[in-house]
């Protein structure tokens, strides 16, 4: 979908972006991260040409983007960013119509397109149709971004930080509304945060970026556990690596299914984190496990979630 | 004093009490040019004060009334009433004066009057302040105030009073000076658009050269308008006599030319300036956002930073458009004409009534314009904030 060759970016003698080489495949979440100043932001702004590289070539379906009319390529790109930019004397409605109409949609599909992604981002469409974005809070404001930038209904999903001036609350439900939609639409995303623990959670796969240079390119669980450098498990927290790994884990994999235990049921799709930390704090060893309609299934044994896997 | 809900209203209603009792309500005079003797409200048409009483009452009591939505209207009224009643009486009392007297006697507006009726029209304009209603609605409001006045003054109610009289007499020449003195501004807005909205958006863009264009123009500002008229005399003058065309399009030393150019050259400061302000406080994230989705920079100017510049852009145009009605007066000592020649010609001969001939309009039409540009700004800007 997306391709770095080599690619480099200088802002007035100082890299930004060093030899970035990197290829994304269709359907893939993937979160670049790294410190501020890492030139994560640049790399994003590169592909859809708010930043123009200066080294290397980036294809976009196989096409160097500068093939392309600026306006062409973005309308085919969704862009989402930390401050919203929703336009502010334009409702709910005109915002995330924009794109649809700019691309020539008849009426009738720009409205139905409106009402979708409306109910998909948990608005209902009757309330917040005609609202205009001061009228909102900053969580539906981002939930209005995001639909904006799916509304095009684009090869391709660039958020840089959107929810990074959120609420820990407001966050955690976006989060989980764009991991639902990654899996439901099967949509690329190309990612940029600072935050390691939103990258562990939505990432297919993560990108570490340090001064311009791609420190380390994998899987969550690859990062965690083979570390390429010093500084990516410093960047990770050296000190909770290993929950962080457990937070990868859900609990069904270790449930002992037809055992049971004392205590209120934990669901079966929390995290072996999440399990390992109610069972310290309520001193017991084993706990029940439910699944999502609350049947009990079975127990879970702190024992097995310690227990040096391979 | 936890009785006084309102200390406004209260300091006006005391000093309205101390003018109607300390100062000349209205003075007669034998003719235009001597000044006149002084009638204290006391004197004037016993029986009829009591349309000044009950208005004047209720004022009193909204200073102690909790200040509700009901309290302001009342109090916006009984002001309405109270300066109509003023003038009314003023009216009225001097065409009771003029049956018995000569017809070149003057009957003016005392001190007593003037101050009266600007605390009147001050506690009107304060309730409407208050009272919390939209920008189209307090604007309207404003000019119903002055609206039974009006109708006194077309009815012929207020035809024996001096300034009226002067009117009467130079009914003629204050049309001409009129229509003159808005022809004048008119004229002096239109270039001053055409040439400050590019003026401003390529300063926007060029950021850079900002600091520069901005100290001339500002440096113009604060030239005085006497010095820029007369600075623009002789240049103005000897291009029409190197150039003979010009003079037949009415371009010249003195008139209207070189008051219409210095009148432009005050009013690109705040245009300009607006305009500029008006697109940086545009967010950037917003512009960034709109570049992203895919508009071109000219849909963005159009559809995205136009409309959130606008309110700001246009607060700057009725500056300048207010200021241009009030230099437009000193425009007439180089001969532009406008209400500034009543002026000037009433200082000239120690006519009082004719100076307020030409003052009076003047402050009106600045008013109406700056109310106009007021509403035009808020009903554009009210999606934002």
């Known amino acids: 979908m997306i391709a770095f060759e080599h690619v480099g970016k200088a802002y007035d003698g100082r890299v930004a972006v060093d030899d970035v080489s990197l290829s994304i495949a269709e359907g893939e979440f993937v979160v670049v991260i790294g410190p501020s100043g890492s030139g994560k932001s640049t790399m994003l702004k590169m592909v859809n040409r708010l930043v123009e590289h200066d080294r290397g070539r980036i294809l976009f379906a196989g096409d160097e983007i500068r093939r392309f009319k600026p306006e062409a390529l973005r309308l085919r790109m969704g862009y989402a960013i930390q401050s919203i930019g929703l336009i502010p004397h334009w409702t709910v409605e005109q915002n995330i119509a924009a794109v649809p109409e700019l691309l020539g949609w008849p009426r009738s599909r720009v409205r139905d397109r409106v009402t979708e992604l409306l109910e998909l981002l948990d608005l209902a469409p009757a309330t917040y149709r005609r609202r205009y974005p001061h009228q909102l809070s900053g969580g539906q404001q981002q939930r209005v971004g995001v639909a904006r930038a799916l509304a095009g209904d684009p090869a391709i999903l660039l958020m840089d930080e959107p929810f990074g001036s959120l609420d820990p609350v407001t966050r955690d439900a976006l989060q989980q509304e764009i991991a639902r939609i990654h899996k439901a639409s099967g949509k690329t995303i190309l990612f940029v945060t600072h935050d390691i623990d939103e990258a562990l959670r939505l990432a297919t796969r993560i990108v570490l970026l340090d001064q311009g240079r791609v420190v380390q390119d994998g899987t969550p669980r690859e990062i965690l556990a083979y570390p390429a450098a010093d500084f990516v498990s410093e960047f990770v927290g050296r000190g909770d690596i290993g929950l962080k790994l457990l937070g990868l884990d859900t609990v069904s994999g270790l449930v002992r299914r037809g055992e049971s235990a004392a205590g209120d049921a934990i669901p079966i799709s929390a995290s072996l984190r999440e399990a390992l930390s109610i069972a310290i704090a309520r001193g017991v060893d084993r706990l029940p496990v439910a699944d999502d309609q609350g049947r009990a299934v079975g127990a879970i044994a702190v024992a097995d979630i310690t227990k040096p896997r391979a | ?385």
């Open chain 2, 1 to 385: 004093m936890n009785a006084v809900r309102n200390r406004v209203l209260l300091v006006l209603v005391i000093l309205a009490i101390v003018a109607a009792w300390g100062l000349a309500f209205l003075t007669v005079a034998p003719n235009r040019l001597v000044s006149g003797t002084a009638i204290p409200l006391s004197q004037v048409s016993e029986p009829w004060r009591a349309v000044l009483l009950v208005p004047s009452l209720v004022l009193l009591l909204a200073v102690f009334l909790p200040q509700r939505r009901n309290t302001h209207a009342a109090v916006a009224v009984a002001a309405t009433l109270l300066l109509f009643g003023l003038v009314w009486l003023a009216g009225a009392h001097a065409a009771r004066l003029a049956e018995s007297a000569s017809p070149i006697t003057r009957i003016a507006f005392g001190g007593g009057f003037w101050v009266l009726a600007l605390l009147a029209w001050l506690a009107a304009v304060d309730a409407i302040e208050r009272s919390r209603l939209g920008p189209v609605a307090i604007a309207l409001a404003h000019f119903a105030v002055f609206l039974p006045i009006a109708v006194l003054l077309l009815g012929g109610e207020l035809d024996h009073l001096s300034l009226l009289k002067e009117y009467a007499t130079r009914r003629d020449v204050f049309d001409v000076a009129l229509v003159r003195h808005v022809e004048i501004v008119a004229a002096a807005l239109v270039p001053t658009l055409v040439a400050g909205i590019p003026l401003g958006i390529s300063l926007f863009r060029h950021a850079k050269s900002q600091a520069s264009v901005f100290a001339v123009l500002n440096v113009i500002q604060t030239v005085p308008s006497i010095a820029l008229f007369g600075l623009l005399i002789a240049p103005l003058a000897l291009l029409a006599t190197a150039i003979p065309g010009l003079r037949d399009l009415g371009i010249s030393g003195i008139g209207v030319a070189p008051a219409v150019i210095a009148l432009v050259l005050y009013s690109l400061l705040p245009v300009v300036r607006s305009t500029v302000a008006g697109l940086v406080q545009v967010p950037r994230p917003v512009v960034e956002a709109a570049t992203g989705m895919g508009l071109s920079r000219a849909q963005i100017f159009r559809r995205v930073e136009v409309p959130i510049a606008l309110p700001v852009f246009l607060s700057g145009v009725r500056i300048a458009a207010v200021q241009a009605v009030g230099l437009a007066v000193v425009a007439a000592l180089i001969g532009a004409g406008g209400l500034g020649a009543l002026v000037f010609q009433g200082l000239a001969s120690g006519a009082l009534d004719l100076v307020l001939l030409g003052v009076i309009p003047t402050v009106a039409l600045a008013v109406v314009v700056d109310a106009a540009f007021r509403v035009l700004a808020s009903s554009t800007g009210t999606q934002t904030g």
